[in-house]
């Protein structure tokens, strides 16, 4: 009998992959790194209302901690709007705005 079909033979002498399967193992190997968003509590939350409250009123930068799955990241702009029926903050910096979800916001300052 051939050396292939012995044991692991088979799948040793066969080392190709596909793209989906390449991509599905680089996709899992992501997940293991995927953090779970911290919940803030009341005091937080206030810091952040006051913070946001400030840079409306007082057309001030901020900066905005915004959380990810993988890494947080810091969005520093002037507060233009606060939807409170979507639940979001639209940030404006130089010529560009972002909205921000409130559930995503970590921490703000001013």
């Given at each position: 009998?051939?050396?292939?079909?012995?044991?692991?033979?088979?799948?040793?002498?066969?080392?190709?992959?596909?793209?989906?399967?390449?991509?599905?193992?680089?996709?899992?190997?992501?997940?293991?790194?995927?953090?779970?968003?911290?919940?803030?509590?009341?005091?937080?939350?206030?810091?952040?209302?006051?913070?946001?409250?400030?840079?409306?009123?007082?057309?001030?930068?901020?900066a905005i901690h915004v959380f990810g799955a993988f890494e947080n990241r810091e969005v520093t702009g002037m507060v233009t709007r606060?939807?409170?029926?979507?639940?979001?903050?639209?940030?404006?910096?130089?010529?560009?705005?972002?909205?921000?979800?409130?559930?995503?916001?970590?921490?703000?300052?001013?």
């Amino acid at each position: 009998m051939s050396k292939k079909l012995q044991g692991n033979g088979v799948y040793e002498s066969s080392r190709f992959i596909i793209p989906q399967h390449k991509e599905a193992a680089i996709r899992q190997a992501q997940e293991v790194h995927r953090r779970k968003k911290p919940s803030l509590d009341e005091q937080q939350w206030e810091m952040v209302e006051q913070a946001l409250s400030e840079s409306i009123r007082e057309h001030v930068p901020i900066a905005i901690h915004v959380f990810g799955a993988f890494e947080n990241r810091e969005v520093t702009g002037m507060v233009t709007r606060v939807d409170t029926y979507r639940k979001q903050v639209k940030l404006s910096f130089e010529d560009d705005y972002e909205w921000i979800k409130y559930e995503d916001i970590i921490a703000a300052e001013a």
